[in-house]
């Protein structure tokens, strides 16, 4: 594990009595980075996320925090905060108190807890809320309640379990915002638990894609974006038309069926993103399952001898109906090669 890493969990198995959920986990998360665990429900994401904020005590391995070996301290003496998928806010006290809460508990003097709950309502926006009930608050607001509780607590990381899944679209966008200001105005490291790609492709530093336990691929957003190392991260953050390669062919189906171009050697397979299928040319032909109008573009699925083409083109292409005849293209040169397939 590197020695630039502020939090590190080295060779980290996790399990429910016999039941391994992850293993052997290796990952470094440098200081104030904002780091997103994506994966599917069932991937070891929250369980990883619980043992780092020692609510679940590892099989083996280490977790180190500040250079600290942390893997058996209790969960409230770890320096670790926590935001609930559900905010967990008392309805029967007011923003302030609910922020306060865990302050008094430590016994915090007077004047440093008020100091610290109006900088951390200050930080979140809700300065003018202080008095106010949870159930007076839109969603957005009790979930900047609950990051401003974790917060005044001055952990050393933040963990946020699935932080946007109860808002609407439109408060996910402005949430996002707030997080990311947050962040990086405090200097905070954080790391958030989500299935939403889209979530952590906008808000984060580096993604760990999680499957079955174990870690699929780490990277930027722009890198699992436009460079997924297999066939599951693909399929994961949009490229649907995803096809393993054999003796330099597309593996369909109904069998081998040649490129319209050449595949770079030594990769398992190739990934094309809706919008990157070219209609009304090319040497495969499909026929029009489906259609949808996005606004600025439209969607189509084909059926064709490869499989299923789901394919996306500006909303002022010719539409066509269901039941018609297309060419279309796979472009090598605008296709994701991917290392893995399996």
Avoid at 216 to 245: M, R
Avoid at 265 to 294: H, M
Wanted: aromatic share 6%; glycine share 10%; with cysteine.
């Amino acid at each position: 594990m590197s020695d630039t890493s502020f939090l590190s969990l080295e060779q980290l198995t996790l399990a429910y009595d016999d039941n391994i959920a992850v293993r052997n986990l290796d990952l470094g998360i440098k200081r104030g980075e904002l780091v997103a665990l994506l994966g599917p429900s069932g991937c070891g994401k929250t369980t990883t996320m619980r043992s780092i904020a020692g609510l679940l005590t590892p099989k083996s391995g280490v977790i180190r925090l500040d250079g600290a070996d942390i893997t058996r301290v209790p969960a409230n003496k770890r320096a670790v905060g926590l935001v609930f998928q559900s905010y967990a806010l008392f309805p029967h006290l007011s923003v302030f108190e609910n922020v306060a809460f865990g302050l008094r508990l430590k016994k915090v003097a007077k004047h440093e807890l008020e100091k610290r709950v109006e900088n951390g309502l200050k930080s979140v926006g809700l300065s003018k809320f202080a008095a106010r009930k949870p159930a007076e608050l839109s969603g957005g607001q009790q979930q900047r309640v609950a990051l401003a509780r974790s917060m005044v607590m001055e952990p050393k990381v933040l963990l946020l379990d699935e932080p946007l899944s109860n808002l609407d679209a439109r408060l996910r966008l402005e949430m996002r915002t707030e997080l990311q200001r947050v962040q990086k105005e405090s200097g905070i490291t954080m790391i958030f638990v989500t299935h939403d790609q889209v979530e952590a492709l906008a808000l984060a530093d580096r993604i760990v894609v999680m499957r079955d336990g174990l870690i699929e691929q780490i990277g930027t957003p722009e890198d699992i974006y436009n460079k997924p190392a297999s066939a599951f991260v693909a399929d994961f953050v949009g490229f649907e038309n995803v096809f393993a390669l054999e003796a330099g062919q597309l593996k369909t189906p109904h069998g081998l069926i040649n490129l319209s171009g050449s595949a770079p050697a030594g990769i398992a397979g190739l990934a094309w993103r809706p919008n990157t299928v070219k209609l009304d040319q090319g040497p495969y032909q499909g026929t029009v399952l489906g259609t949808s109008f996005a606004g600025r573009t439209r969607e189509y699925l084909l059926d064709t001898p490869l499989g299923p083409i789901k394919a996306e083109v500006d909303a002022g292409f010719p539409g066509h109906e269901l039941g018609t005849s297309l060419n279309f293209n796979l472009p090598v040169e605008d296709a994701a090669p991917l290392a893995r397939f399996a």
